[in-house]
């Protein structure tokens, strides 16, 4: 990643980055993940018992994902855009919508999807049936591995330029109490 290109670029632009190359693939690769992943359990649960923890762990990871990403485009996204631009108003319900979102938490569930995709990378790596790696196991573990390299993007952008004006604006909207 040339973090570089992110430097001057207006927040808007970073927004838009974000929605657009990270959070519609992803739920896209997450419903994809989602089909082979019950496949995938059906067709080898006698062969490798370990495949319930993957499920397990995708359905929770697939879960806390969705949450996060809800709060972003919903509430966090639009406000920082406006911020920005001079046109967020800091009405009663927009200070609700301000004080819903714990972006520490946030901040925090990003080590948390790290910690989910480490282990799934790490179970998938393992899966051996019949003592072979499975050509489906192998795939899905790419899928997984390609949404940990985009999560490092996503990371940065959030917690350099994103978080950074989320807590100017819950300083503001303090202020105005």
Not at 37 to 48: H, M, N, V
Not at 79 to 86: F, K
Not at 109 to 121: A, G, K, M
Request: net charge negative.
């Amino acid at each position: 990643m040339d973090k570089s290109k992110f430097t001057n670029m207006p927040i808007t632009e970073i927004v838009n980055h974000l929605s657009n190359e990270f959070h519609v693939p992803l739920q896209k690769l997450i419903e994809k993940i989602a089909d082979a992943i019950i496949w995938f359990s059906e067709k080898y649960r006698k062969e490798y018992p370990k495949i319930v923890y993957l499920k397990e762990l995708y359905n929770q990871f697939r879960s806390e994902v969705a949450k996060h990403i809800e709060k972003e485009d919903e509430i966090m996204f639009p406000m920082v855009i406006d911020y920005e631009n001079n046109k967020l108003n800091f009405s009663e319900k927009n200070k609700q919508k301000i004080d819903s979102v714990d972006f520490h938490k946030m901040e925090g569930e990003h080590s948390i999807f790290q910690n989910y995709l480490d282990t799934v990378i790490d179970l998938l790596g393992t899966c051996k049936i019949n003592d072979k790696n499975s050509e489906e196991c192998n795939e899905v573990r790419q899928d997984f591995i390609d949404i940990n390299e985009d999560l490092q993007e996503h990371v940065y952008l959030e917690e350099v330029y994103i978080y950074k004006t989320w807590q100017e604006i819950e300083r503001k909207a303090n202020e105005d109490k």
